[in-house]
């Protein structure tokens, strides 16, 4: 040991999902979506003058925050980017949980908040889910620091209404709520609907499902102006050139195809509801899936063989080897043709 690791914070980091370094795989573990960024995505990218590069970009977002204020229908002021949803989670965790009292989450949701609380040195509690995996609301009605957790909820794919989520913002005026809708647009209704109503509610998006773009590391959070105000602040006292050129050029011409996006969030719902079915006939049990991906449990086959059987066809899934999660796997919803080879494989290994 060297000296200076005794200085050194210590941290269990987060394990993101296997990035496979060949593309000759059904890659059916990271949530990504199967389909394209829309076509002016792409048409951007060619227009894009590479001179731009050299210059710093701008820290103030504009043509990516103007993009989204006016896609969701709101005020510029209200609205905050990042280097994908995952930055603009740590900068709220930054700027909102400083209080003596414990931050709320789920037992059994996205890892990357336990990380996050202990590499800041938040103090934290992790109610657990009830028997069916769901929140219950009445676990966050205590004293807190704040509460952070995602709707649908990952990885179970259970979706709580919009009266739910309200119920605990309503529960909390002085703590920051913050609702985490990485998958909302497969299912469910956003609670920005709610943001004008409750100052405390802060409602996270991300384009790395939905919108095709993981690969480009864009996210945004909509909420009171008071509240992207002093993100902004932290952003500033941090990294103020947080979003590369690119990124914003292309964040917002994502935004203009609306169709586009419908569409393709259609076809991964159309799919999901057929996985549903066929995954049924194979014996497979699952939580109700409002996301783009499906938590599945098999009859008698334990989840750890499936997963390893699948990955040494170059077939990737999730698997979680955690207390009540660890006879699942977490299958992302593909193309249909992807998710034909996952079936034909199933029917005949657990057949």
Same mark, same amino acid.
């Given at each position: 040991?060297?000296?200076?690791?005794?200085?050194?914070?210590?941290?269990?980091?987060?394990?993101?999902?296997?990035?496979?370094?060949?593309?000759?795989?059904?890659?059916?573990?990271?949530?990504?979506?199967?389909?394209?960024?829309?076509?002016?995505?792409?048409?951007?990218?060619?227009?894009?003058?590479?001179?731009?590069?050299?210059?710093?970009?701008?820290?103030?977002?504009?043509?990516?925050?103007?993009?989204?204020?006016?896609?969701?229908?709101?005020?510029?002021?209200?609205?905050?980017?990042?280097?994908?949803?995952?930055?603009?989670?740590?900068?709220?965790?930054?700027?909102?949980?400083?209080?003596?009292?414990?931050?709320?989450?789920?037992?059994?949701?996205?890892?990357?908040?336990?990380?996050?609380?202990?590499?800041?040195?938040?103090?934290?509690?992790?109610?657990?889910?009830?028997?069916?995996?769901?929140?219950?609301?009445?676990?966050?009605?205590?004293?807190?620091?704040?509460?952070?957790?995602?709707?649908?909820?990952?990885?179970?794919?259970?979706?709580?209404?919009?009266?739910?989520? $309200?119920? &605990?913002?309503?529960?909390?005026? %002085?703590?920051?709520? #913050?609702?985490?809708?990485?998958? *909302?647009?497969? =299912?469910?209704?956003?609670?920005?609907?709610?943001?004008?109503?409750?100052?405390?509610?802060?409602?996270?998006?991300?384009?790395?499902?939905?919108?095709?773009?993981?690969?480009?590391?864009?996210?945004?959070?909509?909420?009171?102006?008071?509240?992207?105000?002093?993100?902004?602040?932290?952003?500033?006292?941090?990294?103020?050139?947080?979003?590369?050129?690119?990124?914003?050029?292309?964040?917002?011409?994502?935004?203009?195809?609306?169709?586009?996006?419908?569409?393709?969030?259609?076809?991964?719902?159309?799919?999901?509801?057929?996985?549903?079915?066929?995954?049924?006939?194979?014996?497979?049990?699952?939580?109700?899936?409002?996301?783009?991906?499906?938590?599945?449990?098999?009859?008698?086959?334990?989840?750890?063989?499936?997963?390893?059987?699948?990955?040494? $066809?170059? &077939?990737?899934?999730?698997?979680? %080897?955690?207390?009540? #999660?660890?006879?699942?796997?977490? *299958?992302?919803? =593909?193309?249909?043709?992807?998710?034909?080879?996952?079936?034909?494989?199933?029917?005949?290994?657990?057949?």
């Amino acid at each position: 040991m060297y000296p200076w690791q005794k200085n050194v914070r210590k941290v269990d980091p987060y394990v993101p999902g296997e990035q496979p370094k060949t593309l000759d795989v059904t890659k059916l573990n990271t949530n990504e979506n199967p389909y394209p960024p829309a076509p002016g995505v792409a048409e951007a990218l060619k227009t894009m003058d590479a001179d731009l590069f050299r210059r710093y970009p701008d820290p103030d977002a504009s043509i990516l925050v103007d993009a989204l204020a006016k896609t969701y229908h709101v005020k510029k002021e209200q609205v905050f980017v990042g280097v994908g949803s995952d930055d603009v989670i740590a900068m709220s965790f930054m700027t909102f949980f400083n209080s003596d009292q414990p931050v709320l989450f789920p037992d059994v949701t996205y890892a990357f908040y336990k990380v996050w609380a202990e590499m800041l040195q938040i103090p934290y509690e992790t109610p657990a889910l009830d028997e069916n995996f769901r929140i219950r609301a009445e676990d966050y009605k205590k004293p807190n620091g704040g509460i952070i957790f995602p709707n649908p909820n990952a990885p179970t794919s259970i979706y709580e209404p919009l009266s739910f989520v $309200e119920d &605990i913002v309503k529960a909390n005026p %002085d703590s920051v709520v #913050i609702v985490d809708e990485a998958y *909302i647009d497969f =299912g469910g209704t956003s609670a920005l609907s709610l943001i004008d109503k409750y100052d405390n509610l802060l409602v996270v998006q991300t384009y790395s499902k939905s919108r095709s773009m993981a690969g480009m590391r864009i996210g945004f959070c909509i909420g009171n102006e008071a509240l992207i105000a002093a993100l902004n602040a932290v952003k500033n006292s941090y990294n103020s050139y947080t979003m590369s050129e690119a990124a914003l050029t292309l964040g917002a011409a994502a935004l203009a195809d609306e169709a586009y996006f419908k569409e393709t969030t259609g076809k991964i719902v159309r799919t999901r509801e057929e996985a549903k079915k066929r995954l049924t006939e194979l014996d497979f049990t699952f939580l109700p899936p409002m996301a783009n991906f499906i938590f599945a449990s098999h009859k008698t086959v334990a989840a750890k063989e499936l997963f390893e059987a699948l990955r040494a $066809e170059g &077939i990737f899934v999730r698997y979680f %080897d955690k207390p009540r #999660i660890n006879n699942y796997l977490r *299958i992302t919803i =593909g193309t249909p043709e992807q998710m034909e080879k996952l079936y034909t494989f199933l029917k005949k290994y657990v057949g």
